[in-house]
């Protein structure tokens, strides 16, 4: 497979204009649609959206925590090979502090830097799953089960798209016009973030299921992250497809349980560390080549956003 | 031999994280085996130094790698490869026989033990033995080339890679155990690998090697 630099280009480009078309506010639209919407919609409190984006700001927070030092140990190991490696280290720390600026700001309005932050988070990521696929693509036997087992992961750079783009949706839900039920590019909040996190969730139920198939499931716990978070997608995916106004307590126990998962899963590869020879005396090699500690909290981060995008849902239901 | 990996001694790695109390234990067991033999008689023993010398001759400003006496442990101990070319008797018997027929061949061809002969001399004999040109009754139907190719190549130069002197010149760490590799790519190095010397950079490398691979 080879990847055309100018279609590259063409998609960052459009991908670049979408972000800049939903970062204008769409009050025009909105005032004229409100007399309709107020009509339905129940007392809307314009915190209740600052509340509900700092939730997000904390999902893209913690995803962003995961990937700044699941590459840091990563390109570390692959000794910086490629001077490009280093970018995702930058955005991602930039994304946490954005997420930790964000979770701080109880204004009603989206922030520019943050929103340029998350989107750079956002292409980084992108431009790396293209690097990563690339860099298997070049290497003897192309996307073989080989290549996709020991080459540079798929699913690592995704999961920084994932955090630029909750945070940018962040933003987009603080953005909210007073009085308006959160929109994004004219869809409901809380069905768009749904939507997202249950698609984040199955890319990454893909990750960790290819490399716990390279693990053997040696672990019966193996099993946990390609069991439970696809159960979660599903459910959260349904609500986001489905009626707003109900409770989904079954939907938050599955979220409950994912963001969980997510820290009980770095605390098995603290385990699983342990385990490989030397144990932690030789934490050189093993922190390298033994699980990756920082990776499970992607799972949090996502199920965060779920959690949040349940509370938009509830917050602001639109049928 | 130039000196790929300049200040580079892998047994400063003894007491790091690399090594664990086996790989201690196997490596003194190495260093600490007996330089007389067990196995041979000491006129095999004499031919046999002298074959080691042809083999792999070692520079004079190091101690050298024992080969004879590895060569010795190897039969004492009874390590043996796993397969046998049926051509080939049981190592121990082959040996035996190999030096004793070399030593006949050598009388034979120049009136002298192969120790005591020039290294010429020597060279001669063995490329003849390489080549399947040794014959007489002293080989007892083993076909010279068979026990030169078979057990005179691989148990030599195997005890001179069994050896931390060897390591040393190959920037090899020792056995994996604990601490293995992570960086498997073409020309990527591990932190605690030796660094090899480059004509560019070798004073760098040489301080490296020096002071961070443990």
Redesign the interface.
Known sequence: MRLEPAAGLGLGAILGLTALALTLRPATRARAASSRLAVRAPTLDPRAAVHAARRMNRAAGVIAASVLADSAIEHY???F?NKAMVTPLVTATLSLAASVHGNADKDAAAHRLRDAVYAAAALTGLAGTGFHLFNISQKPGGFSWQNLFYSAPLGAPAALILSGLMGFLAERVRDTVPGQPPTIGGLSAGRVVAAVTSLGLLGTVGEAGLLHFRGAYHDPFMYLPVTIPPLTAASIGHAALGRSHRRRSLTRFWLRFTALLGFAGTGFHIVGVARN???W??W??NV??GPPIPAPPSFTGLALAGLAALGLMQDHPDD | MTDRYPAYDVLAKRWT?SW?EVTRKVIDRRLAAPREPRFFSASEWRTLGALCDRILPQPKDRPPVPLPAYVDQKITDGRLDGYRYAGIPPQGVAWRRGLAALEAASQEAHGGSFHALSAEQQDGLLHRMQHGDLTGEAWGGMPCNLFFQHRVIPDITHAYYAHPTAWNEIGFGGPA???????MGLD?????EAAEATSRKEAARARRNDSDVV
């Open positions: 190991r692959g000794s090979h020879m030397g144990g005396r030789n050189r090699q390298l080549n | 994280e664990n155990s604990p601490r293995g590799y992570v960086r990527r190095r591990d932190p605690w």
